[in-house]
């Protein structure tokens, strides 16, 4: 049975050519970045190369890109600094951000290193600007601004350039999430202000266990990981090489194949949801589908019926390959946190489905899955 693989906002496949461009660093360039003989030097160069390319595309200077371990590491990373190096007092966030921002900013509210706000959100589930500037403007405190830019569940996109420029109104600190548009979007940092974004490249055909984070020059952190001197001294730990190598030749790829990949997504995206719509009158779209949203993402409630209960595994059992929310929740037993905070105890009685797309993906496949859906829903 040959599988249909819906789930690329969880992870994507390895792109070949991103594979080529490791397997050296796999084998025979094995030298340790900090060594000063030949080996290293040679694999310390590959690092400061990719770093050169992930900034031209990124319109930073390589000195503001730093390798991590994924996009957890880095939004750890960059919210305690915002609160033990840069003076923030007050956390404002969203409730509908990744689980990697809202443990981090939860605990350090409980551990009262900061007083945390959660933003407004509209009926479409985006960030309420309005109320972002009434907390801004309301806070006692240097606040630091969390939002992602776009919701890796239902796809809304952040207003990224217009909260930047409340946060300089009111000398906030913002980071931004920004996991499910590096590799997707131009992202040019000259143009936004703000002081952490981060990346994983697995989102874009990379390898996993790699990513960056983004710290603009105009501001000093310290070290989350102590230890050596890597990363020119702010991430102790012998580097991923090649998931490094990997990381720059996935985002190069990415971005010289923007055009044409976005349009055949969303051709992808657009060409489901009126098929979903003719055949499943009842189903609900979650977040702005039509609207500001990823390209990638379409995620849709089905009603909660004795069939539709059992929806996810049945299409696993049939070789398709989608979620019902993050995919660190995909497995729970119960409705994510975001069709939570937007639908309330209405949540329980939806079934919510994300299909997320990429290059590879087909319209044979939405026409396969679709007359599935019809059989199982």
Request: aromatic share 8%.
């Amino acid at each position: 049975m040959s599988r249909i693989y819906f789930d690329n906002a969880a992870t994507t496949s390895l792109d070949p050519e991103v594979l080529e461009v490791m397997m050296p660093f796999l084998s025979e360039k094995f030298g340790n970045p900090s060594s000063v003989y030949s080996y290293g030097r040679e694999t310390k160069m590959a690092i400061e190369q990719a770093r050169k390319s992930v900034a031209r595309i990124l319109n930073a200077n390589p000195g503001e890109i730093f390798f991590t371990s994924g996009g957890t590491e880095s939004t750890n990373t960059a919210i305690n600094a915002a609160i033990r190096d840069l003076g923030c007092r007050h956390i404002i966030t969203s409730p509908l951000e990744h689980h990697a921002t809202l443990h981090t900013v939860e605990y350090l509210a409980h551990t009262g290193q900061a007083k945390l706000s959660f933003v407004k959100l509209t009926d479409h589930g985006h960030v309420d600007l309005g109320d972002l500037e009434a907390l801004l403007a309301g806070s006692s405190e240097r606040s630091v601004v969390t939002l992602m830019h776009a919701n890796n569940e239902i796809g809304n996109l952040l207003k990224i350039k217009e909260v930047g420029e409340l946060c300089k109104k009111y000398d906030a600190i913002f980071h931004s999430d920004t996991v499910q548009t590096v590799g997707h979007y131009p992202i040019d940092t000259k143009q936004i202000h703000v002081h952490f974004l981060n990346g994983a490249a697995h989102k874009f055909h990379g390898p996993k266990g790699v990513g960056i984070l983004y710290v603009n020059e105009n501001i000093q952190i310290k070290p989350y990981i102590n230890g050596g001197a890597q990363e020119r001294n702010m991430r102790a730990g012998t580097e991923n090489i090649y998931g490094i190598i990997g990381f720059a030749k996935a985002l190069e790829l990415a971005t010289t194949r923007y055009a044409a990949d976005s349009a055949h997504i969303n051709g992808l995206k657009m060409y489901m949801a009126d098929k979903l719509k003719e055949r499943f009158p009842a189903v609900i779209f979650n977040g702005d589908t039509f609207g500001s949203s990823l390209y990638t993402v379409l995620n849709v409630s089905f009603p909660m019926t004795d069939r539709s209960d059992m929806l996810l595994f049945n299409l696993d059992m049939a070789g398709i390959c989608v979620s019902g929310g993050s995919a660190c929740t995909s497995g729970a037993n119960s409705v994510s946190h975001v069709i939570r905070s937007i639908y309330g105890d209405e949540a329980v009685k939806m079934v919510p489905i994300r299909f997320s797309f990429c290059r590879h993906n087909t319209k044979e496949e939405v026409d396969t899955v679709i007359e599935k859906l019809v059989e199982l829903a």
